[in-house]
């Protein structure tokens, strides 16, 4: 089997949500993904830095809809990668100033990691890799993830 074409990124994700003026005050007023296009009540598309879309927000089939149960399947998380460990801190400081609960903070070796929910329970991942030649590695040359709890505090300190 022929592996993927190594440039191969995830171009975006679209959520469905139950209230997009409330999805936006999320992503647009906490994360700080700008409002690209929005079509009415029903759907709008936000980026960072003039992209198209890095996130679809629609409420085509869930508006007013309640979060699925734990238990079923479904997304776990989407994650943001962000360009260093100082936009990280900003990110994250900027959620906790919103009053939204931080429900983990790890350090995965290869990267650092903090998790929490959207108001419609869908998980959020807000993290930076660190540099390649930083990364765990076992004698074989194989990634040696883990993970471990991450200083929150200490991520803090380095915000932008």
């Known amino acids: 089997m022929k592996a993927t074409h190594p440039q191969t990124r995830i171009g975006h994700v679209h959520l469905k ?21 929005r079509y009415g009540n029903d759907a709008a598309f936000l980026g960072a830095g ?9 409420t085509w089939s869930s508006k007013g809809a309640t979060p699925p149960p734990p238990g079923h399947t479904g997304l776990f998380h989407t994650a943001f ?48 890799d ?11 040359g194989s990634l040696a993830m883990y993970t471990r709890r991450l200083d929150l505090n200490a991520l803090l300190a380095d915000a932008a």
């Open 81 to 128: 990668l962000y360009p260093n460990r100082a936009e990280l801190a900003d990110a994250v400081k900027r959620v906790i100033n919103a009053d939204y609960a931080i429900e983990g903070a790890s350090d995965h070796g290869v990267s650092e990691a903090v998790y929490l929910t959207d108001p419609d329970g869908n998980g959020v991942e807000l993290y930076c």
């Open 130 to 140: 660190r540099a390649e030649a930083d990364w765990p590695r076992n004698p074989d």
């Open 17 to 37: 949500v139950a209230d997009l003026d409330r999805a936006i005050a999320f992503y647009s007023g906490v994360l700080g993904f700008e409002v690209q296009a």
């Open 50 to 58: 003039g992209y198209h879309h890095h996130i679809g927000l629609n």
